[in-house]
């Protein structure tokens, strides 16, 4: 067993790799960091010239790289069968809670979010004044995905992937754990060829006095969470990423009608 331990979009990440010489190994994984940097150059907002960051300080982006506008395309999907739960223009709503942490929470810090405010294709992705974007709730899995697509590529097999999000590929069966954020484990589940992904609200506190976390309801951003955690598995970790975000937000009854648009998803921990 071969191990890599790096970061991507600021979060710990991980390798596994079996049947691999080390040396061969090192190459691989010269290529995947520089997959990863390329990538956070389209999705974090914490790289200053980001392709992410560029459209919110404009509201404009020409020619937008394909993997973002893929992205943009699965957010639509998600906010549409969540019922506007899962919408990655709640990017003002949650710097205004980031930048006030610790004080009293006033509705006029709150801009408006909306899946309608934006528009985007192959020319140019563009968001009404005011608006921006987060993608951190579905890019971590993407990028899961990314990098499996590239493995698969140097014909590799029997790997585990963890870049925030988890990815098993190949036959072999992966055991993986679930934990809440104080690392309590919940769930043991084994992966094979597929995703998982698992979201916990409250792991970053956003307003300690109103008890909000990082997901946020865009329909009513002053609702406290409805879970700790929603873990989910599925054929892709974007998918996976996205409806374990979403869910989060959604009752019970509702997650139902959610999930029939991603029948090869399933909820793995709900707490």
Known sequence: MIHWQGRALGAAASMQLTGLEADKAQGIFRTVEREIARLERIFSL?????????????????????????????????????????????????QGFATATGQDIAPDLLAQPGWHRLRFDAEEIRIEQGGALTLNGIAQGYITD????????????????????I?????????VGIALPDQSLVNRITLSDRALATSAPMGTVLSPAAGLGHIIDPRDPMAPPRYQLVSV???????????????????????VGCLTSYPDATIETLI
């Open 233 to 255: 598995s599925a054929n892709t970790a974007a998918v996976a990423d996205g409806l374990s975000t979403a869910l989060c937000l959604l009752p019970r009854d509702k997650m």
């Open 167 to 175: 990815a098993a590929i190949g036959s072999k069966p992966w055991q």
């Open 46 to 94: 914490h790289h200053p010239q980001s392709q992410i960051v560029r459209l919110n300080r404009a509201g404009m982006l020409r020619s937008p790289a394909p993997e973002l506008l893929e992205v943009l395309s699965l957010s639509g999907g998600l906010h549409r069968a969540s019922e506007g739960a899962f919408d990655p223009t709640i990017q003002p709503v949650w």
């Open 146 to 165: 990314r990098i499996a697509a590239l493995l698969r590529s140097k014909g590799l097999s029997d790997v585990l992937i963890d870049m925030g999000e």
